[in-house]
């Protein structure tokens, strides 16, 4: 961006060619100090944000956005405003201040979107929006659920998307699992379809294991795949451990075999420990039945005992 001061003396250096120029030049100048004044004025009443005093940030900022121009700093302060809104509603012990709080928090964003759809603050806003609803559901204002419902249903922002589902499984998960499934079989980015799988591993939904056995057997990314059967060990059921048993056989890197073994380690009961012995001596890779010897010994069962000593016969 051209520097202001170099701006106006180009601009004084014309006059005399055209007058005409003089106008806008000034006024554009006059709206960039009007900005940094603002600016500054903003920052100073972001300083009780950092404090963490947040009834004081809620009277700056309703201060500084009834004289404030400039539709940047009031889409910021929107933000700011349900933000500190929010973190004072979480600092009371009345139930009822706190959902009056939560509630002008939640309407200070809905105005955000209405008044500033093209502001960067936008996106931040909405996932907060989709965290105070979740809470004000909580406590009680069933109402919230329609905005979360609709938020899982968009697609222009995947991020804000699985934030809404995850907290529409606590209240639906037969309408929230299948639109998981959708990201984790569909979505290009990695980073999505790992915090999908993530909301799956947390769910009780019956489809869960089968879909983390398909992300682990066919996911594009390694990270993934591995994620998946890491999931699968902290999910405690004896079909998580059918499914990890059915992808050590098949055709799996050593890296991947070994986070399986690990898996099944972390899977309660003597199934797992009658798999591992069963893998182990099935296994050619040292490092591989090194690792089984390391997870047999950390589990309180008499067989795996039995079976280590007999190593050492």
Not at 45 to 71: H, P, S, T
Not at 254 to 276: C, H, M, N, Y
């Amino acid at each position: 961006m051209m520097n202001v001061k170099r701006y106006i003396s180009m601009v004084a250096g014309l006059l005399l060619l055209a007058v005409p120029v003089m106008v806008p030049a000034l006024d554009w100048a006059v709206t960039a100090d009007v900005n940094k004044t603002e600016q500054e004025a903003l920052q100073k009443v972001k300083q009780n944000i950092y404090e963490r005093n947040w009834e004081a940030a809620v009277e700056a900022l309703g201060r500084f956005m009834a004289g404030a121009k400039d539709r940047n700093l009031l889409a910021e302060s929107s933000y700011w405003l349900a933000y500190s809104l929010n973190k004072n509603a979480e600092d009371q012990d009345e139930e009822e201040t706190e959902i009056e709080l939560k509630r002008r928090a939640f309407d200070a964003l809905t105005e955000l979107e209405k008044s500033y759809p093209d502001s960067r603050w936008l996106k931040d806003g909405r996932i907060l929006k989709v965290e105070i609803a979740d809470d004000l559901v909580d406590l009680g204002l069933s109402g919230y659920k329609k905005y979360i419902a609709s938020a899982s249903r968009e697609d222009q922002d995947v991020e804000l998307k699985l934030m809404a589902v995850q907290s529409l499984m606590n209240m639906d998960s037969d309408k929230a699992f299948p639109i998981l499934e959708r990201i984790v079989r569909t979505n290009p980015d990695s980073r999505m379809r790992d915090k999908a799988l993530f909301v799956v591993s947390q769910c009780a939904h019956p489809g869960r294991v089968a879909l983390l056995v398909e992300a682990a057997k066919s996911d594009s990314n390694p990270d993934i795949r591995e994620k998946a059967v890491f999931w699968l060990g902290q999910s405690d059921s004896r079909e998580a451990l059918k499914a990890l048993k059915a992808l050590y056989t098949a055709d799996a890197s050593v890296r991947l075999r070994e986070k399986i073994v690990f898996s099944i380690s972390q899977l309660d009961g003597p199934e797992a420990v009658t798999t591992l012995m069963e893998i182990y001596r099935g296994e050619q890779a040292l490092e591989i039945k090194k690792k089984i010897i390391f997870w047999l010994g950390q589990m309180d069962d008499e067989e795996a005992r039995k079976f280590l000593e007999s190593l050492l016969q």
